[in-house]
């Protein structure tokens, strides 16, 4: 039976997975979507690749990414802090003094507190400055090196900020790692509702890994797919907050889904929008066209494999996506959810092949 959507979003965003280490998100979502699929593979770098075969060999492709940004422990000083390095793209300014989460070699998460030393002793023209990411210090409680690798600790461990999934009233989540397990359920309910269909084309939904760290998993990914049509689906900039003006947000929450239209890595082809739109308006589904920002989806990436792939992405807009917690209202869930079920029903007539 199909968890209710608070759990199964609580259920992947709580799961630890920055890019590389990709395993416990992984295996969540694997065993939500294995009744669902003809097959399910994991390929090297560990994109797991969920098919469910239709009426024709021409193939969809809809993908989200399963990595979150992150740390790596890259030294352990003698008196037991920890020092780490950024896995994706962090704002320095906002890490200090949130908690941590390293996953040791035996498989334990162990808390720690990202320290910064007091403002009391910082120089009066140093106050009014950011931090920077290597003066940061993790403190889990250890007084020596020794003990931090007896706890299972070494250079390389990997680490996410601690932030456990909360329902903020009747219709918004918080939560890390929003950028993009809020895609990936978003494609476990369209492997849901799909279920008993029978499609027109054979649909393969792509949990990549690599993305925030340059689109690398979405790249081999859909070398082996191999698709007709693609969609990613992310988790996106959603900035309807005090102190920006209207044009320069990029979504706003309660809107509906996004539809890109320009990003750093990909120009939006045209007939895709249009099918998109339409497909959103003929089944009475809100959406909005995404405001052209910097970053990217792995569309990016998708669309430049082997001689070009007619695709897209859509979104849902979450606030604050790349710092510690992400907010999302669950009606743009739902309607990203609506969206990209449809589109693909109508697939490969809605885009004229
Ligand atoms: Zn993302």
Redesign the pocket.
């Known amino acids: 039976m199909a968890m209710d959507t608070i759990e199964l979003l609580r259920t992947v965003t709580d799961a630890f997975g920055p890019s590389g280490f990709e395993d416990e998100p992984r295996d969540v979502i694997r065993a939500l979507v294995e009744p669902l699929a003809d097959e399910v593979t994991v390929d090297t770098l560990g994109n797991l690749l969920v098919t469910k075969r239709g009426k024709s060999d021409t193939t969809f492709m809809l993908d989200a ?1 399963m990595d979150e940004i992150g740390f790596m422990i890259t030294w352990i000083e003698e008196g037991g802090f920890l020092r780490f390095q950024p896995i994706g793209g962090w704002d320095a300014r906002i890490i200090p003094s949130h908690a941590l989460t390293i996953l040791s070699d035996d498989g334990t998460k162990i808390k720690g507190a990202i320290g910064t030393p007091p403002p009391h002793v910082l120089r009066p023209e140093d106050r009014d400055k950011p931090f920077k990411i290597e003066d940061l210090f993790v403190d889990i409680g250890a007084d020596s090196a020794d003990e931090v690798h007896a706890r299972g600790i070494r250079i390389g461990s990997p680490a996410v900020i601690a932030y456990p999934f909360e329902q903020l009233g009747d219709q918004r989540v918080m939560a890390k790692a929003l ?2 397990r809020a ?1 990936c359920a978003v494609m476990i309910r369209t492997l849901e509702a799909l279920q008993n269909d029978d499609l027109d084309v054979t649909f393969v939904a792509a949990f990549t890994v690599q ?2 760290v340059g689109l690398r998993g979405a790249g081999t990914a859909a070398w082996q797919i191999d698709p007709d049509i693609a969609i990613a689906l ?2 996106t900039i959603a900035a309807d907050v005090p102190g920006v003006p209207a044009p320069r947000q990029p979504t706003r929450q309660g809107l509906g889904p996004s539809i890109r239209i320009m990003d750093s890595g990909m120009i939006g082809m045209p007939k895709m929008i249009r099918a998109l739109a339409s497909t959103a308006e003929e089944a009475g589904i809100p959406f909005q066209y995404q405001v052209p920002a910097p970053g990217g ?1 792995d569309a990016g990436a998708i669309h430049r494999t082997r001689a070009g792939v007619l695709s897209g992405a859509v979104s849902t807009p979450c606030r604050y996506i790349h710092a510690p917690c992400s907010v999302m209202r669950l009606d743009d869930f739902e309607n990203t959810v609506r969206l990209v079920t449809e589109f693909v029903r109508r697939c490969p007539g809605v885009v004229g092949m």
């Open positions: 990414h950028d993009d895609g993305e925030e992310e988790g989806t």
